[in-house]
């Protein structure tokens, strides 16, 4: 029984680490290095090299070592019915919310047009806020947690999901409700899991069906955005700007046309970062849950992709 | 009985609209124009000239037209004597509150770095977040929202105040215990009320005080703040960054040192504007109750300056 880790690029030395202080009889190897491919039963992976996972006969679990799974099931050789599990991390939720609240604060109270007027000491007290409803695109444990935060604030908010929701604490649309949900709001976070129905979701289409002047925020993934849409809804003003974490190519092309554009904030994918302490010790929690015939913590539901 | 207005260089118009509007046999006269001084009985003020009060000789009620009185106070020909009324305005709590978070979050999230690395392309993921404890000076109305909100964001937060509280719902330090309060923070949020106590309390020896980077945020008042200290602070590195929205001096004169300060973010006096909508009701109402013989709502303490 033995780990085998693996995430090219990825620093994994804190993560070993983290697992023998856990257990210090855990069996760890790191891609490409595996020696026993045959005794690998756990495979922890970010963004690993398609197909890569059809090595090891004897797989019985993958853990993501992030939020996402979309990195895993994008891999058209996964082997087949091999249960996924994802980290939930309090201080990713913590992190991300904050990155999310900061960007919807910043368009509210017009944090760029006061950093102008200082640059040009110019003194404007007129129409310091702009009224604003919130619309977060995806309520699971992120943009659930986006809504709580914005309803405690007393900030006008409302989300949008793929199906029904039943007991759901906030205001809700789902599936063909898109229209009645964009008419609604004038700042649209995405935080939609990246499946094969959500990639591309932020297009054209949709952006002529927002409220005027809509503030784009995606914290997501890349891929939820058309990235050549999004320059011209801020063209054709059905958007008045956009803050945005992630992108089709990262790190970002220093060609890239957001770069200089005025109307779109960028961060370098940075809204949350797992932690290895925190997400590490889930991770051998479900090692010893598959050793102990145990359910797993945080397993994903393939079938929906996430 | 009337109402005379005194607020040189505001708009008043809105104002009496209202007044007139829920009461339309209400006589209201606007300074300097006041034609029957011995009829005034309430006076709504914002910065009057001081001494222009003592015209007035039946005046039974001083409404400010925002939440603080400390232009008011700040008379030395002050009729002795005459209740103050202040403005509380959920709409202004909400405003300063979410302006105090976006101001928090910002430091927190490191907004001006990425701002700065959009302008030179740069793509870097290390250190997305710093830490924060924060600390609010003022627990009144608004300093103790921000409080509940901070908390509610799941952000460390602790209060400061002149004097001891029972049954305050986060932790609190008051009077003597403010080393111990500022070795707890590194962010600073003042929104004490301005008082002969308070006045110039952001100060060197505050700032020397204070957890080594600390950042600093003034929406109270300009008074609060020593300004050349502010400058020494950051030079020194007592403090990292500061945001404000208030100046000793408004609109802030173009030579000030602040305006090209690279580590000052400043906004120009607009975390919080009363709106005639919410406030010209509540002046009618005291003015009603003082008809009516009722006790005045959001009457100050005029003993302890709020």
Known sequence: MSIAIIAPNKEVNNWISVFKTIDNQVDVEVYPNITKPEKVDVAVVWLHPHGSLMDFPNLKL?????????????????????????????????????????GILNYHRQIFRYIKYKEEKI?????????????????GQLGGDVLDKLSALGIPAIGYGNSPKSNFKHSYYYGSQLNDFLSKVNVLVCLLPLTEKTEGRLNMELFEKCTPGTYLINVARGKHLVEEDLIKGLDKEYLSGAMLDVYRQEPLPKEHPFWDHPKIMMTPHIACITMYQAAA??????????????????????????
């Open 281 to 306: 010790p889930q991770i051998m929690e479900n090692y010893h849950n598959l050793k102990n015939k145990l359910p797993f913590k945080n397993q994903v539901n393939s079938s929906q992709g996430y």
């Open 62 to 102: 993958i853990c993501s070592m992030g939020s996402g799974v979309d990195h895993i099931i994008a891999d058209p050789e996964l082997p087949k019915g091999i249960p996924i599990t994802r980290i939930v991390d309090p201080r990713l939720t913590y992190s991300m919310t904050n990155y999310v609240i900061m």
């Open 123 to 139: 003194w404007d007290m007129s129409d310091p806020e702009i009224d604003i409803t919130v619309g977060v695109m995806g309520v």
